[in-house]
């Protein structure tokens, strides 16, 4: 009994009637590949191109909602005429660059008006806003809220104050100026203090780590000419060796 010819043909709406046939392009020529290559992978390519498309669309529209942001920040920045509205600017704006820089006026403000407890305080929140700051001149104004926060808080006799000096004296990164006038506050005030080994510590390290030429070499100078001893640094006597009566 002949087989039914119909049980071996697919049905007419069999999706087996779109397969295309490698073999049918064997000798196919450069337009009839592409034809192919876009029937095969055209689902993909529409799919992929689409997602590189709107990353593209996104990171732009991201990049200028940045910039207008940022010109709207300046603006605002500018706009505060007082201590008032640069506090107000600076917690509406918290974590912003700008609202350090505000703070760090703020706080010059209050120290100049010797309300240093609160001066204190600003230089403190104006460090942490530049935190994150990148550029140069952003940099050294984190430097500098943290150097006089210290320099405030030794003014207030507050214990361990002048470990933030310390910090500053010993950043590599920090700019000359405000690492050298750290060093030397450390200096004078050890000399104050009757610390002469440490005193001598600091203007050794003066010498070793600012250039000849730094802006404070002079008070250097001025220091030594005091107690020249300064130049040559203390030893610290062994507690082994016995001391003449």
């Keep these: 009994m002949a087989e039914d010819s119909s049980k071996q043909r697919p049905p007419n709406d069999d999706d087996r009637n779109l397969v295309v046939v490698d073999e049918d392009f064997i000798h196919a020529d450069a337009e009839d590949k592409l034809w192919l290559f876009w029937q095969r992978n055209q689902t993909i390519i529409i799919r992929g191109t689409t997602i590189v498309v709107v990353g593209i669309i996104g990171f732009l529209a991201f990049h200028f909602w940045q910039q207008a942001r940022q010109v709207s920040l300046g603006e605002s920045y500018i706009a505060c005429q007082d201590d008032v509205a640069r506090r107000a600017f600076a917690t509406a704006n918290a974590g912003e660059t700008l609202a350090g820089v505000a703070l760090l006026e703020v706080a ?8 240093l407890n609160e001066a204190a305080k600003a230089y403190d929140e104006a460090a942490l806003n530049l935190k994150d700051a990148v550029a140069p001149a952003l940099k050294a104004l984190t430097v500098r809220a ?3 926060a210290a320099l405030t808080k030794v003014d207030l006799g507050q214990a361990g104050a002048e ?3 310390v910090t500053v004296a010993e950043d590599p ?3 000359e100026t405000l690492r050298g006038y750290a060093m030397i506050v450390l200096a004078n005030n050890a000399l104050t ?3 002469n080994a440490s005193a001598a510590k600091w203007i050794n390290l003066m010498d070793k780590r600012l250039r000849p030429s730094n802006v404070w070499a002079g008070d250097k100078n001025w220091l030594v000419r005091s107690e020249p001893g300064l130049l040559t640094p203390i030893a610290s006597p062994n ?3 016995p001391v003449s009566p």
């Design 163 to 165: 470990s933030g000096l």
């Design 239 to 241: 507690p082994e060796t």
């Design 173 to 175: 990164t920090a700019p």
């Design 193 to 195: 203090k009757g610390d």
């Design 146 to 148: 943290k150097l006089y």
């Design 108 to 115: 010059d403000n209050l120290r100049k008006s010797n309300k």
